[in-house]
DNA sequence: ACGATAGTTGCATTTCTTTTACAATTACTA
DNA sequence: TAGTAATTGTAAAAGAAATGCAACTATCGT
C-alpha cells in the first residue's frame, strides 16, 4: 500500500477540474461528462493510481464508462501538468497528481513492495542545476530509488 | 538517441560475465551458450536498450535465440544487480546497465526525445539520507527529469 | 567419462495492457 | 437551433511479456 507522506499542502491553487477545462477550452477540445467524471473521480484518489483501479472505482459508483475514454483522457490530464506517469509496475502504468504537489521521491521497498514519498530539498537544487548550467526547461519529475525498509530489513527477509 | 554523459570509468571491477555466472552458482542455476551469448551482447552495448534492440543485435550477428530467452534472462541480470529497468517507453521496457556506474540522472527532451546523463553529488547525499534517517538499505535508483533541452527551445518548439 | 536429473530452450500460445477503426452520439459555436 | 467536428462505446487489433510443453542439455555424483 503506498503511503503518502510527501503531500503538499493543498491549499493556494485553482481546483484541478478549472484547470482541465482551461485547458480543454485552448485546446478546442469538449468538456464532456465522461471526462469531467474521470478527471474529479482521479482527484477524489489521493494516492497512486492506475487504469484498473480507476475504472472500478467508477463502476463501483454506477459511473458505466468505458475504459476506452479513460485511456484517451490520461494523456490530456499529462499534457496539462495535472498528473504524470509515475512508474510502469505490474505490466501497466501507475500515475499520480502532479499539481499542487511539491517534487519529491518515491522510496519501494523490494520486498513488501511498499511505496513511501519523501521530500528533500536537494532535488529543486537538482532541478535549479540542470536548468542553469544546462538550458533545459524542466516541466516534471520522476525520482525512485529502490530498496529494502527498516521493516522488512529487521524482519531478517535480508541479510 | 539517447547520449550518455555520466559513464562511470569501466576499470577497476569485475567483467559483467564473471559477477553473472558467479550469481548463476550460487543460485544453482546454469550458464547456459544461450545466456552466455545475451550476457556478453548486453554489456557490448553502451547505451540504454530494450528487448528488440537486443534481439535484432543478436540476429544480425547470426545468434538465432528466441526472445523467450532474453525476457528469461533480464531478470536475472537485474536480480544480479548488473542492469536495471530504466524508463518505460514506447509501449515497452528500456534498461541500462548498472554495475560500475554511478548513480545518475536521466533528462529526457519531450520535444526531440533525446536522453542525456548527468551526474550530481547531491543524489548520493538523498540517498544517504534515506539510508540513515529512515532506515532503508537501497539497493537501486531511477531518476528521470522532464522538459525541453536548449536547443528545441532555440528552435521555438516551445515558446 | 557417463548417466541421471533438474534446469533451460524454442515454439506456439496466452494473457494483458493500450490503441484504434467505426458508427452513433453530442458539445459547442454562430 | 442547426451544423460540424469532436467524442463515445464497442469490438477488434496491436504489441509486450509471460508461459505450457516437449525436446534438449549443463551439471554433479559416481
Redesign the interface.
Known amino acids: 500500500m503506498p503511503k503518502t507522506n510527501a503531500k503538499t499542502k493543498e491549499t493556494e491553487h485553482l481546483p484541478e477540474i478549472e484547470i482541465f477545462k482551461e485547458y480543454i477550452r485552448r485546446k478546442g477540445l469538449r468538456f464532456t461528462p465522461e471526462r469531467e467524471i474521470i478527471v474529479r473521480e482521479i482527484f477524489e484518489i489521493h494516492d497512486h493510481f492506475d487504469v484498473d483501479e480507476l475504472y472500478l472505482r467508477l463502476r463501483n459508483k454506477g459511473k458505466k464508462l468505458s475504459k476506452a475514454s479513460i485511456y484517451r483522457t490520461l494523456p490530456l490530464l499529462i499534457d496539462c501538468g495535472l498528473i504524470q506517469?509515475v512508474y510502469?509496475e505490474d505490466g501497466h502504468?501507475h500515475y499520480e497528481h502532479v499539481y499542487g504537489h511539491e517534487p519529491h521521491?518515491h522510496?519501494r521497498?523490494?520486498e513488501c513492495r511498499k511505496v513511501?514519498e519523501?521530500t528533500?530539498h536537494?532535488?529543486k537544487?537538482?532541478?535549479e542545476?540542470?536548468t542553469k548550467e544546462?538550458?533545459?526547461?524542466?516541466?516534471?519529475?520522476?525520482?525512485?530509488?529502490?530498496?529494502?525498509?527498516?521493516d522488512c530489513?529487521k524482519k531478517q527477509y535480508?541479510p
Chains 1, 2 share one sequence.
Open positions: 506517469e510502469h502504468m521521491a522510496v521497498c523490494l513511501e519523501f528533500d536537494r532535488i537544487e537538482i532541478e542545476h540542470i544546462f538550458g533545459y526547461r524542466l516541466t516534471g519529475l520522476r525520482f525512485e530509488l529502490l530498496g529494502y525498509c527498516p530489513l535480508r
